[in-house]
């Protein structure tokens, strides 16, 4: 009696010691799942905080003179005198309209740095294609320079205002108060390829390589993955060769993507001397390392479907093959298309296997098309992101948060499929 | 033609031979008195006939355009006179390079030798007559595959049957791919690494202590040979690894507890997406994550405390490695945990332990098999990353171990080797297959053992 009472007294005893061990615990769990959360929130923040500014331009807007005797232009259908002529001086003088106090040679320079490198060559083309507008006054919108634009988007940061003498950054202010340097959604982004300045670099070119190589994975791995899953579920004898093809989808799956990218190199681009660079080799790399996930799921789906509707479809007389063709496939495709968006999602992402092709080139053209050279969005925000420039840095923001949209799309996608689709037996 | 072109012209004329087979069936079904007198139906015979002529073409085209790039390089090599033979891959290559740009008009005929306009010559005519053949081959075949099949549409043949043997072949040949790219993948690195051993014994490669692969153009120059020892580079992917998995694995493992063991189905039904976001974020963002935001903090962090610490720490890469891969553990974990059978949950709860005895004293000992399983497999993803370890944690081989310096990894140095224009011959770019075979090999151990482990792990239970 003695003994079990005292044993009992040890119980509640201990009982606040070992209830304040398990709050501990539970508080652990929490703050692991509120460190992955955290992290998840602070990789998104960080992400937006650097990147908004990306989608913003800054543009100058001028009343430009174009005048003949400045630029030493009589003829500008002429391509000799198109080439030797001065197209910086009309700009300069436009902008000395708005800021008279510079007149020397040496601050007109000064000046004339605040518009992009590509403002000249603009003025060139405008006036290559309407020879009549020689000697008028046009007004023209200009990119400002990288240096201009970073200072413009980070007026309250002065670790941003560096690259600016301090005369330029007073003229900037003002040439902002008088509304010719302005700010506006950037749609040049979205509208050309990549280029050595921030201010002129998009990634439509990366959108559509990325989008070509994609179109190559899915056309091989989409069919390839579901014949394959019905064939194993639904045909393969129980015998070594299954076997051995089973470890081998499973061990695929977890091989390093880089391995894919050396594949690809070998044999794509070494055995067969297909070209480098190009979104069909990128499409086939990525379909080999997606197959083993599109088989996965392929298989979770068939296995899904009950065996009631395959005995039912033969007991009327229908072979094995149009039982899967006509019943088995059509039920499970809700489930395959799920386990393929995801796949495609996780392909969109990839970038190591496609350094290893070639796809990081500097390609400033859109592709037009599966053999011309490309990149692709991830790593075109590698280049980016390898880039010292603060333009690049943005753009390369910029392009994760475009690319991360498309993949939440594709993803959110797959789970309204899943939801709308997917049958419970 | 061209192979793009081609193809949808064999679809085309597949679709042309299934139309004109199954008029065919059902002419030959309308005297014996309808389709229910063949031996199956019009769409079998049709079916058959589209396969008949897209398959074998398909075969030859594949075939020509894989192999129609080396011939026909051998051939023009072979036009050259032979005084001006390449003697190496390289120079080959070089040749090649010329030649095909005189014929594409991008240089100059001026500007090279007389005999890279002839080879240019040859190649033009070389790829024209590729190109004829190549699409006349290929259209015999199809159009003689679907006549073949025409002639066979009569009610005495079963279509049906050599349809499906036929469908169940292709779907064979589709599983059998996996075994395929695995071969390919051993047969890409065995190949070039036994190249490289070759050059470099492989004791140097797998003992040595320093990893310089920069080869130098002279012979004579200083430290022209190269060094190719692997250790600074595994231990810098070692290092990278265990700062991940010391990240991944309390976090991972702790997460999975509480959700499926405390959290309510709310919240579970919340974090656990939210989780899984975490593995599905593209490397490259992590890696710009690393680069940019951690590790400048990580340096700040360090400077302010009186260390000094590099601006590419492999610190900075493996905090970032660990946050990826905590959803591998942790839902890998959250599977074993919740195959663990509830009557031992009960019956610990009913002795009266508290949940969280019941979970470190019952339910973590059954499933911790599982849970090691999952954790090999987060050690091989983590030592086969790149993009992170590419962007955050640098190129210097340094031998250490402190997670402050900059080290590298075997997945930068083969991405670094490989990026660009490389010469396919030279001891550098050879060692970043050997590097690919090891880590193939590793990582392939790794996922061999632990899904043994899980999977012998799922039948004790099951």
């Not at chain 1, 959360?37 to 602070?42: G, T």
């Not at chain 1, 201009?148 to 007073?170: F, G, M």
């Not at chain 1, 296997?353 to 990149?375: E, H």
């Not at chain 2, 398959?55 to 390089?73: S, Y």
Request: aromatic share 8%.
């Amino acid at each position: 009696m003695t003994d079990q009472r005292s044993q009992a007294e040890i119980v509640r005893n201990s009982l606040k010691r070992r209830y304040r061990k398990e709050r501990r615990f539970r508080m652990y769990g929490m703050l692991a799942i509120f460190i992955a959360l955290a992290s998840l929130a602070i990789l998104f923040a960080d992400i937006i905080t650097k990147g908004h500014t990306g989608f913003v331009k800054t543009t100058i807007t001028l009343d430009v003179t174009l005048d003949s005797d400045m630029m030493y232009l009589d003829d500008p259908s002429d391509e000799d005198q198109l080439s030797m002529a001065d197209f910086v001086a009309p700009l300069i003088a436009a902008l000395q309209e708005h800021i008279p106090e510079a007149d020397s040679a040496a601050e007109k320079r000064e000046l004339g740095r605040l518009i992009g490198s590509y403002g000249a060559s603009e003025v060139r083309n405008l006036l290559k294609d309407n020879p009549d507008l020689l000697n008028t006054t046009q007004t023209i919108e200009f990119l400002a320079h990288d240096r201009v634009s970073t200072y413009v988007k980070h007026a309250d940061n002065p670790r941003y205002s560096v690259k600016l003498s301090e005369q330029q950054q007073r003229w900037v202010d003002e040439l902002q108060e008088k509304g010719v340097i302005d700010t506006s959604f950037n749609d040049v982004l979205f509208s050309r390829g990549d280029s050595r300045e921030p201010a002129n670099a998009g990634i439509l070119g990366a959108i559509v390589g990325s989008l070509l190589t994609m179109v190559v994975t899915l056309v091989i791995a989409f069919p390839v993955g579901i014949a394959a899953a019905v064939y194993l579920e639904e045909f393969a004898p129980q015998n070594k060769i299954t076997d051995f093809i089973e470890v081998n989808i499973n061990n695929l799956a977890a091989v390093p993507s880089i391995i894919f990218g050396l594949l690809g190199l070998a044999v794509f681009i070494g055995l067969f001397g297909m070209p480098r660079s190009v979104p069909v080799v990128g499409g086939m790399v990525l379909a080999l390392m997606t197959l083993p996930t599109i088989i996965i799921s392929g298989r979770a789906a068939i296995k899904s479907v009950p065996p009631s509707i395959r005995e039912a479809a033969e007991g009327v007389g229908a072979s094995k093959m149009q039982v899967v063709l006509h019943h088995v496939i059509p039920l499970a495709m809700p489930g395959m298309l799920t386990g393929s968006i995801i796949g495609m999602a996780q392909a969109l992402g990839e970038t190591a296997p496609l350094l290893l092709i070639g796809m990081v080139a500097f390609i400033v053209d859109v592709p037009g098309g599966f053999f011309d050279s490309a990149t692709v969005l991830p790593v075109q925000i590698y280049l980016w992101a390898s880039s010292s420039e603060q333009g690049f840095i943005e753009l390369a923001s910029a392009g994760i948060m475009v690319l991360l949209t498309f993949m939440i799309t594709m993803n959110a996608l797959a789970i309204w499929l899943r939801k709308r689709l997917e049958r419970r037996w | 033609m061209q192979t793009a072109n081609l193809l949808p012209l064999v679809l085309v004329l597949a679709v042309v031979a299934y139309g004109l087979a199954y008029m065919r069936s059902r002419a030959v079904a309308a005297p014996l008195g309808g389709i229910r007198n063949l031996k199956a139906l019009p769409f079998y015979y049709a079916a058959r006939a589209a396969l008949w002529c897209a398959i074998p073409a398909l075969i030859v085209l594949a075939a020509w355009a894989g192999f129609e790039g080396k011939v026909i390089q051998g051939i023009v090599i072979a036009s050259l006179p032979q005084d001006v033979w390449p003697e190496s891959a390289g120079e080959a290559s070089l040749i090649l390079s010329q030649i095909s740009n005189v014929a594409a008009g991008k240089l100059n005929p001026e500007f090279v030798p007389e005999h890279i306009v002839g080879a240019a010559s040859v190649l033009e005519t070389m790829d024209d007559q590729s190109e004829n053949f190549k699409a006349a081959l290929v259209l015999l075949v199809a159009v003689s595959g679907a006549a073949f099949a025409w002639t066979r549409v009569s009610p005495h043949i079963n279509a049906r049957i050599n349809v499906e043997t036929t469908l169940r072949r292709i779907f064979f040949v589709c599983a059998a791919l996996a075994v395929l790219t695995t071969a390919g993948i051993v047969f890409s690195v065995i190949l070039e690494t036994i190249r490289f051993f070759g050059r470099v014994p492989i004791s140097d490669f797998l003992f040595s202590t320093s990893w310089s692969p920069q080869t130098a153009l002279r012979a004579d120059q200083v430290g022209s040979e190269g060094a190719f020892g692997v250790i600074p580079l595994f231990t810098g992917t070692l290092l990278i690894s265990a700062i991940a998995l010391l990240v991944a694995v309390p976090v991972g493992l702790l997460s999975a507890i509480y959700l499926s063991e405390y959290a309510s189905r709310r919240v579970r039904s919340s974090a656990k997406p939210l989780l899984e976001m975490l593995a599905g974020i593209p490397t490259v963002v992590y890696g710009f994550f690393a680069a940019l935001t951690v590790a400048p903090f990580i340096r700040e962090l360090a400077e302010t405390v009186g260390l000094e610490a590099s601006s590419q720490s492999a610190l900075a890469a493996g905090l970032v490695m660990g946050i990826m891969i905590v959803p591998f553990v942790s839902s890998l974990s959250d599977d074993v945990i919740n195959a663990v059978p509830q009557s031992m949950r009960d019956g610990s709860l009913a002795l009266g332990a508290t949940q969280s005895e019941t979970m470190k004293k019952v339910i973590f000992p059954a499933a911790l098999p599982g849970i090691i399983g999952g954790i090999l497999l987060a050690a091989s993803r983590a030592i086969g990353e790149t993009m992170i370890v590419v962007m955050a944690a640098g190129l210097a081989a340094n031998l250490t171990a402190n997670p402050l310096e900059s080290v590298t990894t075997v997945t930068v140095q083969i991405a670094t080797l490989l990026v660009g224009d490389q010469e396919f011959d030279s001891a550098k770019t050879l060692s970043a297959f050997a590097l690919g075979m090891l880590l193939f090999i590793v990582t392939l151990l790794l996922n061999v053992v632990a899904l043994k482990i899980v999977r012998k792990y799922r039948e004790q239970y099951d």
